[in-house]
DNA sequence: TTCATAGTTCGATGATAGCCGAAGCATTGG
DNA sequence: CCAATGCTTCGGCTATCATCGAACTATGAA
């Protein structure tokens, strides 16, 4: 009865170091190639071959042919959802990995967590809309306030009508695992990010598969005026 | 390379078949003993162990000593979400799994724990002493109060003066093995049951083995009027 | 005390699965 | 056509790890 093939099945696919490598190089939300995730994995071309075809067989990622190229995604928000509680669930135990790089720093301080912003600004920006009360977070749901719709049409001409997704909520508290706090994902967290980006406040990291988050000097400000915590 | 929790630690903890049965076993909140989750992983008890102590050693679950059993629970709501979540994406993929069938809801109902009262009714019971302040629960210990002294003896005639033993507490807070709350344990418990018994209000099942109480009809009605919960 | 039960530790075994070298398709470009 | 690139399949090697028998510790019961 428990032979079956359950949580352990997909489970098994995350544990092994090499896949996770690749899934969490592809939480950024950005397809990449097979050699790019075998390179982000330290494997060769071979290994990650049977690795992705089993993360495909999982429903894990999804392949998009592009000419010679076979550029591999997150199924969708779900997954990338999964692994940041994983990450949460390991972050609390302590078994961090301990190559720490000189994006570190960088790293906790912001980032992207599949396409919403995630580190000390993002939990800083989730606290600010609750403390303004943009937000109303119930016991597991967040929801978005009258006070909030406006806020965002005025503040960040964001359309909050139109963020209603069949399979995704407007709003989700996620937890971070940098700061063992929840940032704000969803929809609205995946359009503020979004539109943070087009107005050049800020920009992800140019370096392929990285997730930091670089905010300019005037982003930051604007960033700070909006959702600063009131600290000195 | 990268800096961040490793998340390929924890889901491989859970990709173990015996282990995944073993955590979906504790996903409705009851703390099993080891050999519960042997049986409900299908190992014996030497692999089990082993496995028990890896999953503590990743946070995922905690101990609890009870005598000669060892309680196992997850250690947060965080561990179930993310097990659901992956729960969520096997079904997704199409690998769906056969759920256990429902334990015996007589032996949920009322059992013997050694030799007290366990079950929906034993936690019943305590949380009923709680309110009406016959006993003092403190963080770990039970105390009765100078009001459960007199309530024993006039409705039970039970002499608590007698009930001192040199190796073990009047009142002991006992982990209830199906509704996962505590009821009451030590030499009051036992003599509380004890009680019922003569008073044959209860007697336990003529099964060999069973731990199922069953209740007189009256005896179920002179139970509720001391420890009723209040309900219709 | 002696016995029984719950649980752990140790050691050996066996199966699973990651890994890479070599070769095989497939696509693009010349 | 041929050559180069991206990726996959095949075969064999190796290491890891789950598993269980046996022995040991601890708690409770008679």
Redesign the pocket.
């Given at each position: 009865m428990k032979a079956g093939p359950d949580i352990a099945m997909i489970a098994?696919l995350v544990g092994?170091?090499?896949?996770s490598n690749m899934l969490t190089a592809l939480m950024t939300g950005r397809a990449l190639?097979?050699?790019?995730l075998a390179q982000e994995?330290g494997?060769?071309?071979?290994?990650?071959?049977?690795?992705?075809?089993?993360l495909e067989a999982g429903g894990l990622i999804e392949?998009e042919?592009q000419?010679?190229?076979?550029?591999y995604r997150l199924t969708g928000p779900d997954v990338a959802g999964v692994l940041e509680g994983l990450a949460g669930l390991a972050a609390r135990a302590g078994h961090m990995r301990v190559r720490t790089g000189p994006k570190d720093p960088a790293l906790r301080r912001a980032r992207i967590c599949y396409d919403h912003l995630a580190g000390d600004l993002g939990v800083q920006m989730l606290d600010s809309m609750k403390r303004q009360k943009l937000v109303r977070a119930g016991k597991q749901a967040i929801e978005l306030t009258g006070e909030g719709k406006r806020f965002m049409a005025e503040s960040l001409q964001i359309d909050t009508d139109s963020l209603s997704h069949p399979r995704r909520p407007v709003c989700k508290a996620c937890l971070d695992w940098s700061e063992r706090r929840h940032h704000l994902a969803g929809t609205l967290g995946a359009a503020m990010m979004a539109r943070f980006t087009e107005l050049k406040w800020a920009a992800r990291d140019e370096a392929p598969g990285s997730r930091v988050v670089n905010f300019t000097r005037t982003g930051e400000k604007r960033f700070a005026a909006l959702f600063g915590n009131g600290e000195a």
């Open positions: 098994s092994d170091p090499a896949r190639t097979a050699s790019e994995a494997i060769t071309p071979q290994t990650a071959s049977s690795h992705l075809s089993k392949p042919k000419g010679r190229h076979r550029y």
